[in-house]
């Protein structure tokens, strides 16, 4: 498979909850991204990896949502707490440096539910 | 921050009518991109736009840079079924790797 792929693509959770998501991005891609969707809504920017390091973080993004990359390859969004505000579609998405048309390559997302 | 607007939230047409979206942005752009996202799917990349007043056109899509580098537009031509979705346009502004996205527009298409 040489998509993005995320895991769990759903997920149910009562309010106080964490929970986490999995990205695996293209394998030789060099930058992972986060976004959050709710309906009728575009994507909305969260975060921003290169390799390992992450270069960006939304301020919209809460003390209790971190990230993580741990050897540049697979990422782990983590939201502590859940509040029923945080129900949305959790979108990945990796590219890589140096590609003419910057396409970002999108996985199917992980849909949360707080009840 | 930066604010990207899209006109019309959402467009209805009949099957061989054209459609076309507009893109706006708070900030001057590097570069716009387009996005598809089909009911239920992922966005999908279809195009990026980096220069002045630049147009490009895919089959029936045609689409375009403004010259200030703070809009964009989408048009299609005779549209068909297959052309229903949300369509995005987002942008980077200055250096940065932070992709803004749209507000979107939906299309739907009748028969």
């Given at each position: 498979d040489t998509g993005v792929s995320q895991d769990p693509r759903h997920k149910i959770t009562k309010r106080g909850q964490n929970v986490t998501f999995r990205c695996d991005p293209i394998s030789e891609h060099n930058r992972l991204y986060w976004y959050r969707q709710t309906l009728g809504q575009g994507p909305e920017f969260l975060t921003y990896f290169q390799n390992e390091a992450q270069l960006e973080k939304s301020r919209?993004?809460?003390?209790r949502f971190s990230a993580e990359r741990p050897k540049g390859s697979f990422s782990t969004l983590e939201i502590q707490?859940?509040?029923?505000?945080?129900?949305a579609m959790y979108l990945c998405a990796s590219s890589l440096t140096g590609m003419n048309t910057g396409e970002l390559f999108f996985g199917e997302g992980s849909r949360l539910t707080v009840l | 921050g930066q604010q990207v607007m899209q006109i019309p939230q959402y467009q209805h047409v009949q099957e061989g009518e054209d459609f076309t979206t507009y893109c706006n942005s708070s900030t001057t752009l590097s570069n716009i991109q387009w996005y598809k996202q089909r009911p239920g799917g992922h966005p999908v990349f279809l195009i990026q736009l980096v220069k002045s007043g630049e147009v490009k056109k895919q089959k029936r899509l045609t689409f375009q840079f403004g010259e200030a580098k703070k809009n964009s537009s989408l048009h299609i031509t005779a549209t068909q079924t297959t052309d229903v979705g949300t369509y995005f346009c987002a942008g980077h502004t200055g250096g940065g790797n932070k992709l803004t996205f749209g507000t979107g527009t939906q299309l739907k298409v009748e028969l």
């Open positions: 919209l993004l809460s003390d707490r859940t509040e029923q505000g945080d129900s | -």
